[in-house]
């Protein structure tokens, strides 16, 4: 990186904020008519399947397409692609299996989605890192309204159709294959003159070993709680959850994903590790991201209950008095969100999947506590206050990691920065 850490991320990440915008906005817009169009159980039952499915497509292609903006030359990032494909195809047969346990189990036949579900949501990561190895930004915001502006207005026309769960759950299916094909992911799975996948496995191994349990123990406290909900409170009450969290954290999205996106390739150009100017573009990163999360937790804070009540109607204004409960912890993740590709590109992500692994089970417990406490509400309120230490911290380290000129321990064996 230049000596001006966030030189090139402007552009790139305000290409990206804007189509990142457009795709958020459909879905702000259409969530008064969606919640009319579809009760609170409904909503429930299609996060609970979105969380299960979420759990698999996070793991899909065993994280080795963010190794992508790493790779030396374009032989090895078309390896890793075919890599990817290969493992993603057996990700699927296996969701497929347990599609069928599920369904076995007394599940609703709508389970029979999940290995769709796995298998647009794999394409669309590998696709979106593929895209961010060749910087085409412009492609990657347009993806981004095709892929979640589009679920949102498939879901409308669901919802108008009469088709309940079903149509929640093919909607996004649809919009993520969409983006997908926008990207142009060549679907090959190379050919015998490319890198040995052993010798791809064996260099990139930090991302199925650490980012993968990494990633899937992420998606499976969402999947936790939506399931401790539903079982403590009912579906009505998950559909609050997952409705109120889905759009509390749509702000975390959309600034999370344009701007690690464009800080990605530009860390990854430090050669692996923490440079002066890398760290203190994360140290101007996480003061910028701040002063805009202040005014969504103050927003919340004052008119959650209000805004659900006159946005999604009456039936979710219990959805509101849970926002204003979750809205530090809302914050916090606005911050924190941007920042995971870092300990990707410092070669920490041992140190990432430990700490991890602890704020996920104190999510969980406080969760649960907060539930016996108060209710959905009470769950809320744990949450947010056990989740500031967590988030704090974890600003903290990478704001005073070590950088190349210091002595910099391996990062398999440290513990804290």
Same mark, same amino acid.
């Given at each position: 990186?230049?000596?001006?850490?966030?030189?090139?991320?402007?552009?790139?990440?305000?290409?990206?904020?804007?189509?990142?915008?457009?795709?958020?906005?459909?879905?702000?817009?259409?969530?008064?008519?969606?919640?009319?169009?579809?009760?609170?159980?409904?909503?429930?039952?299609?996060?609970?399947?979105?969380?299960?499915?979420?759990?698999?497509?996070?793991?899909?292609?065993?994280?080795?397409?963010?190794?992508?903006?790493?790779?030396?030359?374009?032989?090895?990032?078309?390896?890793?692609?075919?890599?990817?494909?290969?493992?993603?195809?057996?990700?699927?047969?296996?969701?497929?299996?347990?599609?069928?346990?599920?369904?076995?189990?007394?599940?609703?036949?709508?389970?029979?989605?999940?290995?769709?579900?796995?298998?647009?949501?794999?394409?669309?990561?590998?696709?979106?890192?593929?895209?961010?190895?060749?910087?085409?930004?412009?492609?990657?915001?347009?993806?981004?309204?095709?892929?979640?502006?589009?679920?949102?207005?498939?879901?409308?026309?669901?919802?108008?159709?009469?088709?309940?769960?079903?149509?929640?759950?093919?909607?996004?299916?649809? !919009?993520?294959?969409? #983006?997908?094909?926008? *990207?142009?992911?060549? %679907? @090959?799975? /190379?050919? $015998?003159? &490319? +890198?040995?996948?052993?010798?791809?496995?064996?260099?990139?191994?930090?991302?199925?070993?650490?980012?993968?349990?990494?990633?899937?123990?992420?998606?499976?406290?969402?999947?936790?709680?939506?399931?401790?909900?539903?079982?403590?409170?009912?579906?009505?009450?998950?559909?609050?959850?997952?409705?109120?969290?889905?759009?509390?954290?749509?702000?975390?999205?959309?600034?999370?994903?344009?701007?690690?996106?464009?800080?990605?390739?530009?860390?990854?150009?430090?050669?692996?590790?923490?440079?002066? !100017?890398?760290?203190? #573009?994360?140290?101007? *990163?996480?003061?910028? %991201? @701040?002063? /805009?999360? $202040?005014? &969504? +937790?103050?927003?919340?804070?004052?008119?959650?209950?209000?805004?659900?009540?006159?946005?999604?109607?009456?039936?979710?204004?219990?959805?509101?008095?849970?926002?204003?409960?979750?809205?530090?912890?809302?914050?916090?993740?606005?911050?924190?969100?941007?920042?995971?590709?870092?300990?990707?590109?410092?070669?920490?992500?041992?140190?990432?999947?430990?700490?991890?692994?602890?704020?996920?089970?104190?999510?969980?417990?406080?969760?649960?506590?907060?539930?016996?406490?108060?209710?959905?509400?009470? !769950?809320?309120?744990?949450?947010?206050?056990?989740?500031?230490?967590?988030?704090?911290?974890?600003?903290?380290? &990478?704001?005073?990691?070590?950088?190349?000129?210091?002595?910099?321990?391996?990062?398999?064996?440290?513990?804290?920065?």
């Amino acid at each position: 990186m230049s000596g001006k850490p966030l030189q090139g991320l402007a552009r790139a990440t305000f290409t990206l904020l804007v189509g990142g915008a457009m795709a958020q906005a459909l879905p702000l817009l259409l969530v008064p008519l969606l919640t009319r169009l579809f009760s609170p159980a409904e909503f429930g039952l299609f996060h609970l399947f979105a969380a299960v499915a979420a759990n698999l497509a996070v793991v899909a292609c065993a994280r080795f397409e963010f190794a992508l903006p790493l790779a030396a030359d374009e032989p090895e990032a078309q390896a890793l692609r075919a890599l990817c494909l290969r493992v993603l195809a057996g990700t699927v047969a296996l969701s497929a299996l347990g599609a069928v346990g599920w369904w076995l189990a007394g599940a609703a036949a709508w389970v029979a989605w999940l290995p769709a579900a796995v298998a647009a949501a794999g394409a669309v990561s590998l696709a979106t890192m593929w895209a961010t190895r060749a910087q085409r930004f412009q492609a990657l915001a347009v993806a981004r309204v095709l892929q979640y502006g589009g679920a949102a207005l498939a879901q409308v026309a669901a919802g108008w159709a009469g088709a309940g769960v079903p149509g929640l759950i093919a909607a996004p299916i649809a !919009a993520a294959l969409l #983006a997908t094909a926008w *990207l142009r992911l060549p %679907l @090959a799975w /190379g050919s $015998a003159d &490319l +890198v040995d996948w052993r010798v791809l496995v064996r260099k990139y191994r930090d991302f199925p070993l650490l980012n993968t349990p990494h990633a899937f123990a992420g998606a499976l406290q969402d999947t936790a709680s939506v399931a401790l909900i539903a079982a403590t409170l009912g579906p009505a009450a998950a559909g609050f959850w997952g409705l109120g969290l889905r759009y509390l954290k749509a702000p975390a999205t959309l600034v999370g994903s344009a701007v690690s996106q464009a800080l990605y390739p530009k860390l990854a150009a430090g050669g692996g590790r923490a440079t002066v !100017a890398g760290r203190q #573009a994360v140290r101007q *990163l996480i003061g910028l %991201l @701040a002063l /805009g999360a $202040a005014p &969504l +937790v103050l927003v919340l804070w004052t008119l959650g209950p209000w805004l659900f009540a006159w946005l999604f109607g009456e039936a979710w204004r219990e959805a509101g008095s849970l926002a204003q409960a979750l809205a530090l912890y809302i914050g916090l993740h606005f911050m924190a969100a941007p920042l995971a590709v870092v300990t990707m590109v410092w070669q920490a992500q041992a140190w990432a999947l430990k700490l991890a692994l602890f704020g996920q089970v104190l999510f969980v417990g406080a969760l649960v506590a907060g539930m016996a406490w108060g209710g959905l509400q009470g !769950a809320g309120w744990a949450v947010s206050v056990a989740m500031t230490g967590y988030f704090g911290y974890y600003m903290l380290a &990478l704001a005073r990691w070590p950088v190349s000129t210091d002595p910099v321990p391996d990062p398999m064996e440290q513990s804290a920065p």
